[in-house]
């Protein structure tokens, strides 16, 4: 289930790309936040999943959804000032922040030697994939750097918050509509504040592809994923993220016609074998 949830979110990257020239990025986040909490919303009122009765998770709940805004926050403003090849590095130190937050908050989730060597595998796959970086040549490029490492840090702190925290007793759909609910304001704030508008009507395949982000990677496959962070180890499970920069790829060269290099093909290999070692039983 987890490589089929990083096959959708390397086609989102596609989606994003070709939607971003009609529709702005914050824009299309905090649309997508709104429009998704009214179909999950209606979703668990029909599997009648209660969303208000009292269990304890509010204050984690808010603090997942500013987690959440944050993280695409980071991401997309980032990306103004840095490249995408550096962006991808930088947000996929994610699985290495949770392991290291597990050690602390997630008794029993702890990554032994060789787990440890399969996630530097995988990571130099990423690495091999789209290059090492040269040192930042500008100052702007510095902080879009930085700012992608914080969003990676706030997309493992929320990992580790679903797992260690009360919203490990709900289901997931409320875990999700926390974080939209909380998310959809503050990332239509911040588009707001940076000056992003939409021009004129998007086109069909703006719309189309905005759909696709809205109706199926939000609303699905993210309650997927946080039903997975309670059932599994967070650890090995974010391991397995390393997929979604490679199926990216994948899904530029299928849907854009972007090249693909032999490099790719070592990336790929040392991924596997890095997710081989990530998951082998001791």
Same mark, same amino acid.
């Not at 979703?43 to 204050?59: E, H, N």
């Not at 696709?212 to 997975?228: C, E, K, N, P, R």
């Given at each position: 289930?987890?490589?089929?949830?990083?096959?959708?979110?390397?086609? *989102?990257?596609?989606?994003?790309?070709?939607?971003?020239?009609?529709?702005?990025?914050?824009?299309?986040?905090?649309?997508?936040?709104?429009?998704?909490?009214?179909?999950?919303?209606?979703?668990? %009122?029909?599997?009648? $999943?209660?969303?208000?009765?009292?269990?304890?998770?509010? !204050?984690?709940?808010?603090?997942?959804?500013?987690?959440?805004?944050?993280?695409?926050?980071?991401?997309?403003?980032? +990306?103004?000032?840095?490249?995408?090849?550096?962006?991808?590095?930088?947000?996929?130190?994610?699985?290495?922040?949770?392991?290291?937050?597990?050690?602390?908050?997630?008794?029993?989730?702890?990554?032994?030697?060789?787990?440890?060597?399969?996630?530097?595998?995988?990571?130099?796959?990423?690495?091999?994939?789209?290059?090492?970086?040269?040192?930042?040549?500008?100052?702007?490029?510095?902080?879009?750097? $930085?700012?992608?490492?914080?969003?990676?840090?706030?997309?493992?702190?929320?990992?580790? +918050?679903?797992?260690?925290?009360?919203?490990?007793?709900?289901?997931?759909?409320?875990? +999700?509509?926390?974080?939209?609910?909380?998310?959809?304001?503050?990332?239509? $704030?911040?588009?707001?504040?940076?000056?992003?508008?939409?021009?004129?009507?998007?086109?069909?395949?703006?719309?189309?592809?905005?759909?696709? %982000?809205?109706?199926?990677?939000?609303?699905?496959?993210?309650?997927?994923?946080?039903? +997975?962070?309670?059932?599994?180890?967070?650890?090995?499970?974010? !391991?397995?993220?390393?997929?979604?920069?490679?199926?990216?790829?994948?899904?530029?060269?299928?849907?854009? *016609?972007?090249?693909?290099?032999?490099?790719?093909?070592?990336?790929?290999?040392?991924?596997?074998?890095?997710?081989?070692?990530? *998951?082998?039983?001791?």
């Amino acid at each position: 289930m987890t490589v089929g949830l990083c096959v959708s979110w390397g086609f *989102n990257n596609v989606a994003i790309k070709l939607a971003i020239h009609d529709i702005p990025p914050l824009i299309q986040s905090a649309s997508r936040s709104a429009i998704a909490a009214i179909l999950v919303g209606a979703w668990t %009122q029909a599997r009648g $999943i209660p969303l208000f009765k009292r269990d304890g998770t509010l !204050a984690a709940g808010v603090a997942a959804g500013i987690l959440f805004a944050l993280e695409f926050l980071l991401i997309y403003r980032g +990306l103004v000032w840095t490249t995408a090849t550096r962006g991808v590095l930088f947000l996929y130190l994610a699985p290495f922040f949770v392991v290291i937050g597990s050690r602390w908050l997630i008794p029993g989730d702890r990554f032994h030697l060789s787990q440890w060597l399969g996630l530097l595998l995988s990571f130099a796959g990423i690495v091999i994939a789209f290059g090492v970086p040269a040192p930042a040549s500008d100052p702007r490029q510095a902080l879009g750097d $930085i700012m992608l490492a914080g969003a990676a840090a706030a997309w493992a702190a929320t990992t580790l +918050l679903i797992k260690a925290s009360p919203l490990n007793r709900v289901s997931a759909e409320k875990t +999700l509509l926390y974080q939209l609910a909380v998310s959809a304001p503050l990332l239509g $704030i911040g588009a707001l504040v940076f000056g992003e508008h939409v021009d004129a009507m998007p086109s069909a395949l703006a719309l189309g592809t905005f759909a696709y %982000q809205t109706f199926w990677v939000v609303s699905v496959t993210f309650v997927v994923w946080f039903a +997975l962070i309670v059932r599994y180890s967070a650890a090995r499970l974010s !391991a397995f993220t390393f997929l979604a920069p490679l199926c990216g790829v994948t899904a530029g060269h299928l849907v854009l *016609n972007e090249p693909l290099t032999p490099r790719f093909a070592i990336a790929v290999v040392l991924v596997a074998a890095g997710l081989v070692l990530v *998951n082998r039983l001791r």
